[in-house]
């Protein structure tokens, strides 16, 4: 069954320093997603992206976070600089349509900002 | 954006026992899932449920889109099945989660 990647599944860094998370989407999706979840809190939106460019951001997407799709298979987050708030699992997901699509996910990759 | 309420919040199971779980929605939606975040805090689909009634072995779920609800029942609970439930529906481009419901289900 195709399922959505995620690397690293761990990352420990130091405040200040830039993070790049990595997805591999399903190969037929056309949307993309990242989501953040601080420890006990729920699911928060962070940015959608379809067609090469962010089709809709929360205000937690403020300029240290981008987005990238660098090649035809990969989808980065970018933290530019670190803060001890952006410890979190950050999760990405993708679906074949927006509105109507099953979304899917991938297992997260737990960020630690020491 | 619209307001996701999950209930109950918290619930304690013995094993064996059903339970229903509640999603209301604050806006309309053009689809619903739910999902079960594991231990290891794995988001696992259980259903893609815009409207209708479906199963999935123990579990079901209904979703009555005119009156912006959805209900998860989970019968003959097992331990397996704690973790936290989150239901989910878009508005634009992006998905709403809910706050969550927390089971735990003890032997």
């Known amino acids: 069954e195709p399922e959505v990647t995620q690397t690293p599944s761990h990352q420990v860094t130091q405040m200040g320093q830039e993070v790049i998370l990595r997805c591999v989407p399903i190969s037929n999706h056309l949307y993309f997603y990242w989501y953040r979840q601080i420890l006990g809190q729920k699911v928060e939106f962070l940015v959608s992206?379809?067609?090469?460019?962010?089709?809709?951001k929360s205000e937690i997407f403020d300029d240290q976070f981008s987005v990238e799709r660098p090649d035809g298979s990969n989808f980065t987050l970018k933290i530019r600089s670190t803060k001890l708030e952006d410890s979190a699992m950050y999760f990405c997901a993708s679906s074949a349509a927006a509105w109507v699509g099953e979304l899917f996910f991938g297992e997260g990759s737990r960020l630690t900002v020491l | 954006g619209i307001q996701v309420e999950q209930s109950p919040p918290d619930l304690i199971l013995q094993e064996g026992a059903n339970s229903t779980l509640r999603c209301n929605f604050s806006?309309?939606?053009?689809?619903l899932q739910w999902f079960h975040q594991n231990p290891w805090g794995q988001l696992i689909n259980l259903f893609y449920i815009p409207s209708g009634t479906k199963q999935n072995g123990r579990l079901s779920a209904t979703t009555v889109a005119t009156e912006r609800y959805s209900l998860l029942y989970i019968s003959s609970s097992q331990t397996t099945d704690s973790g936290v439930y989150f239901c989910?529906?878009?508005?634009?481009?992006?998905?709403?989660f809910g706050t969550g419901t927390s089971l735990t289900v003890i032997p």
């Open positions: 989910a529906g878009p508005t634009g481009n992006q998905f709403y």
């Open positions: 992206f379809y067609n090469n460019e962010i089709s809709e």
């Open positions: 806006d309309s939606v053009n689809n």
